[in-house]
């Protein structure tokens, strides 16, 4: 089975890393969010799509989520004693892949052009694409009228203004990195990593193209919410803002059958009393424990999406 | 007395030094080459600069005389397992000056202002001041019809071409930083320092105006040349390439007296038999033992560029 994931960082990350336990590497193509992308200090950084290959490539810290085991952090240390922004957590070794990234940039690469050279490097042998080499940023347009870009919201504000509405800027212009469209095209089905759907996923969706190629697709997601709380990140926070409900496991199930035929949803045992409102909206819908630590938990959520995935093609072939 | 000192890299900062322990902060200013100035992974680097600050802030390393004591190479390591080039050597310490300079002068900082910034960080009193704001790029023309940068030059082809013509680039559209020409009038004497005259005083010298502010100067020089040999770096090989004569201790007098009335001149004692060619120049000749390896060398050496400046001083005077 030829799957894309669609993902954002931590937790799309430790999916998309079930999966490439799962799956022969041919069979697995991640998109990569890069909303969250910015320039620090002239670097180009790509948190989410660093997140994801770092832990496909098993060198992620374990501890954090996000990062490289056994950092340092020299630089950073050096940087404060300047006086310079230490907002944003620089390690050590997490920087050379910065500073890499930005001189291939600089002489003409394009970012999945860089992100396969990486992989390479790294023993990454799944394809792992940005959702695009085009410049788009994530803003957030907060209660009191200010837009925000994501890291000033993310990281310096940490999360808490409250946010009343969410743009992509440079997406309308923006095309899908190259590949992209022909490993949808080959996919049995789509799987949305529990990542933040405004946050992680709504930008990816955003690229045009994206949504054509998507919507003939088996698409399973996974819930980013257990028992109304995100694993990590703001997510249950921003439900509130934007919606004026509490959040809740169905959550991700409603916001993307709102804008394509969702065939299948994952939520976690702690959410199974309500498999049947999401059902009964005519999605295949299971649970299991979703938190995924380590790689046996990762592959057995990844093993869970996969039978997810294939009971929505059984369905489709039964009509 | 109230000195201006011309400075390249290593040996011009470790005069500077000795001068900075000799003289109240306010009576010493130096001025530094930044034709050696480069972009790298799109980080600004002043090579020069960065090496007269850690040393007058007592920061640089010893062996090297060039980056950071205590420095540590964690970025550099996972640059060249990213296949990144790692001919400059990028310490850890190091870099966070490259990346916080590159984020201010994004900001629309001025080099001179980034330097000052800088040297309140570090406890730097004296005025340092980089050639100028503008950039300028040393560029080699090699006997096979080459122009090479710097970088290229001197850590790539670790100065092994013939080189024929030596080119400032900018430097025709260039102004001294801001605070320069001020320094230059109230100065007493100017002490050029025993750096490259070719790559580290030449490039200072192209500057528009700076010609006609140090002409009315005592000047004293110190000779970068040891026993036929430079102490660190090319020198000795490029007077050979472009004057097609063998380096000796008089070079950099009979270098700088043919663009300017040079007034003082040390020498090693290791030249001592040389000094009488000078003197036939009318400069006023002196020696000591020219290598600065620690402090008290330095200071020695700067007390007697220090009398070699009186002594030109009374000479006017008696006229």
Redesign the interface.
Known sequence: MKIVALAGGVGGAKLAHGLSLALAPEDLTVIVNTGDDFE?????ISPDLDTVCYTLAGLANPRTGWGLKDE?W??????K?????DWFKLG??D???H??R??LI?EGMRLSQVTQ??CE?WGVKQQVFPMTDSEVSTELLTSDGTWLDFQEYFVKQACEPQIVDVHFKGASSALPAHGILDALEQADAVVICPSNPYLSILPILAIPGMYANLIPKKIIAVSPIINGQAVKGPLAKMIQDLTGSAADATFAAGFYRERFDLAGYLMDDQDSSLVSSVRAWGIICDTCDTMMPGEADRLRVANKVLSLAEACSARTENL
Chains 1, 2 share one sequence.
């Open positions: 620090q200090f002239g670097l180009r340092t020299q630089v950073l240390t050096q940087l004693q300047l006086g310079a922004p050590d070794r920087l050379a892949t500073l890499e930005t001189r600089r050279r990486f490097h």
